[in-house]
């Protein structure tokens, strides 16, 4: 199991992102939390395997939607604590 911990820039604040990416965890079975930071970025803690990881991360980035532009995820990977049992946003 592995622990990301990451800050997803660009137009990701009023976009709807935290559902889609709360969409994405639950795609791939990742458990954690997204929410917004007053420096108008957002924060992403996931836990899962390695593989659902970086699926996660992969389709985090959405691709090809008209509303949401990711310019950049930057991402610390470490152990998983086993702290969340699902995923939710933080409002």
Not at 58 to 71: C, F, N, P, Q, Y
Request: charge should be neutral; aromatic fraction near 6%.
């Amino acid at each position: 199991m592995e622990r990301i911990t990451a800050i997803a820039k660009g137009r990701v604040q009023r976009v709807g992102y935290r559902s889609f990416v709360a969409d994405c965890a639950h795609a791939t079975g990742v458990h954690g939390s997204v929410k917004n930071l007053p420096d108008g970025t957002v924060g992403i803690v996931g836990e899962s395997s390695p593989a659902a990881i970086d699926n996660f991360l992969r389709l985090a980035h959405a691709k090809g939607d008209l509303m949401i532009r990711v310019e950049e995820i930057a991402v610390n990977k470490g152990p998983a604590t086993g702290e969340f049992h699902e995923f939710h946003v933080a409002w």
